[in-house]
């Protein structure tokens, strides 16, 4: 799998490409933002190693852009900017980890492994599959949810994922362990405030007033639920390749 690292210190590119590649993965580093948009267009790579501050850009606004690009591959910030504000916003933007430096190589590892894994997962585990609960649509092979109206809303793969879990239970509370384990599948710091994150974005995107939500409800000190909102009628339905 092809590994593009973005990062203008080479020595750090240096100790990623060797680890990484050590792991089995083919690794190519960018220098600028500039080769990285150049690598990304030509290449397409599995996923993306990112740093935040570039000598030509910004890592969040290259990240950003891959997300309205509709780029899918897993990002992963490496960056010094250890303010949970800044992890935070990285989420937000669309980035599906964040390590802080100085790092440790085998966490580099674990990390891009876990990411692959869950990318690989949304694209294998459900194949062809969507979900259907009042007025969602959810495409889980494409990253895609139709809202009321016909709106197609573009999605990341853990954002699919954390939708995907909540709509198959609809109804029904989802604690917030239920959804790490269908997520990252392993605990690492600052995961539930992750949750938090995702269940935040996902909000804004499908809902016509995030702050005052008819589909995703917090249930305090437990987890979330997913509700189908009053005047709703196509039911709750999953199936595979062929609508009925």
């Not at 990240?63 to 780029?71: F, M, P, S, T, V």
Request: proline residues 5%; neutral net charge.
């Amino acid at each position: 799998m092809q590994v593009l690292v973005v990062d203008d210190d080479p020595m750090i590119c240096k100790v990623a490409t060797f680890v990484l590649a050590d792991g089995g993965y083919t690794v190519t580093s960018a220098f600028t933002i500039q080769a990285a948009w150049r690598f990304v267009q030509e290449q397409d790579p599995d996923l993306i190693v990112l740093d935040v501050k570039m000598p030509d850009g910004s890592g969040f606004e290259f990240c950003e852009r891959l997300r309205q690009d509709n780029y899918k591959m897993p990002v992963i910030f490496l960056t010094g900017r250890s303010e949970i504000s800044t992890k935070l916003y990285g989420l937000e933007l669309g980035a599906d980890d964040y390590i802080v430096k100085p790092f440790e190589p085998a966490e580099l590892v674990a990390r891009a492994k876990a990411v692959l894994r869950r990318f690989k997962v949304s694209n294998s585990l459900f194949p062809k599959t969507w979900v259907r609960v009042g007025g969602l649509e959810l495409n889980t092979s494409e990253l895609k949810v139709t809202l009321p109206g016909r709106k197609v809303v573009d999605l990341t793969p853990t954002e699919m994922k954390i939708l995907h879990c909540l709509m198959e239970n609809a109804g029904h509370v989802v604690s917030k362990d239920s959804l790490l384990d269908n997520i990252w599948n392993w605990d690492h710091d600052g995961a539930r405030s992750e949750i938090a994150v995702y269940i935040s974005r996902l909000r804004k995107k499908i809902e016509r007033d995030s702050s005052n939500p008819d589909y995703i409800h917090v249930i305090r000190g437990i987890g979330y639920r997913f509700v189908a909102p009053l005047g709703a009628t196509d039911g709750h339905s999953v199936a595979g390749n062929q609508r009925q």
